[in-house]
Structures are given as structure tokens and as C-alpha cells.
């Protein structure tokens, strides 16, 4: 790229979800103005203090919460947890773990095993037909 051209930026959103963190809770200079692709890739190679510390403790976004709860983000709007949660609160949803978490989590589990008996048999199908692979994007429905 020359020097004249200017660097492509992003929405402090897009950033946000490439650095995997809750933008409400990023300090105001990083919510308030574009970020560069040079820029991005800085902090994720040296991040600051307030980005460890968010990645750390939280609040996380809504796909982070669920991962960390080990449900969907469909799971987390079905129990209507809208807010952003914390490291603490999420240890304390899984240490006493309330009825829509033991629901969506093993709903979540048994979405997993149906996923992975579906590739299995896509699989052993491809092998016994000498087959190569479709290039696909796990749609969920068999072929």
C-alpha cells in the first residue's frame, strides 16, 4: 500500500467483535472513533491494559457468554439474558446453576451429538462411495 493512500478502517463495533469484547464497557477514545486495520492488529499484538482486563473479567458479549456457559445465544435470549455478564456472575450461574441453564445446556449438548452423528454418517457415506467432500458449511441438512 503507498503512503498516499489512507488505511482502511472499521466501525469501533466490527473491532469490537474481531477483539472478541463488549463495547459498551471499551473506554470512550476506542468507542467513539474509527479504528484502523493497522490499529487492530496492534492491540491484538500488544494489548493495553483496560483490553486484557475486559478479555479477563468482562463484560462479555452476548456469543462469549454462551460459549462460556456452554449454551446458544438462542438459549441465552430464550432465558432472556440480555445483559452483558461479568466473570464473577458467570461463575456464580455455573456453580448454582438455575433451571434455564440445565435446560439449554443440555438442549445445547444434545444439538452438539445430533451435529456430530450427522457428520459421522456424512462421512462413512463419502468413504463408502469414494466420494471427495461437498464444500459445505454444516447446514444441518443431510444430503
Not at 486484557?52 to 445465544?73: W, Y
Not at 448454582?96 to 457415506?125: C, F, G, M, S
Request: charged letters at 30%.
Amino acid at each position: 500500500m503507498s503512503p498516499d493512500k489512507k488505511s482502511q478502517m472499521m466501525k469501533p463495533l466490527t473491532a469490537a467483535n474481531k477483539l472478541g469484547i463488549y463495547l459498551p464497557a471499551a473506554p470512550a477514545q476506542f468507542r467513539d472513533s474509527p479504528i484502523s486495520f493497522a490499529e487492530l492488529e496492534r492491540l491484538r499484538a500488544d494489548p493495553p491494559e483496560w483490553l486484557t482486563e475486559l478479555r479477563r473479567t468482562g463484560p462479555f458479549p452476548r456469543d462469549i457468554t454462551a460459549r462460556k456457559l456452554g449454551v446458544s445465544n438462542s438459549g441465552l435470549a430464550r432465558a432472556e439474558v440480555s445483559d452483558a455478564l461479568t466473570t464473577d456472575e458467570i461463575a456464580a450461574l455455573l456453580a448454582d446453576p438455575p433451571e434455564w441453564l440445565v435446560r439449554e445446556r443440555e438442549n445445547y449438548a444434545q444439538v452438539q451429538r445430533e451435529n456430530e452423528r450427522i457428520a459421522t454418517k456424512r462421512a462413512e457415506h463419502r468413504a463408502a462411495t469414494n466420494r471427495p467432500a461437498k464444500n459445505r458449511f454444516g447446514t444441518g441438512r443431510e444430503s
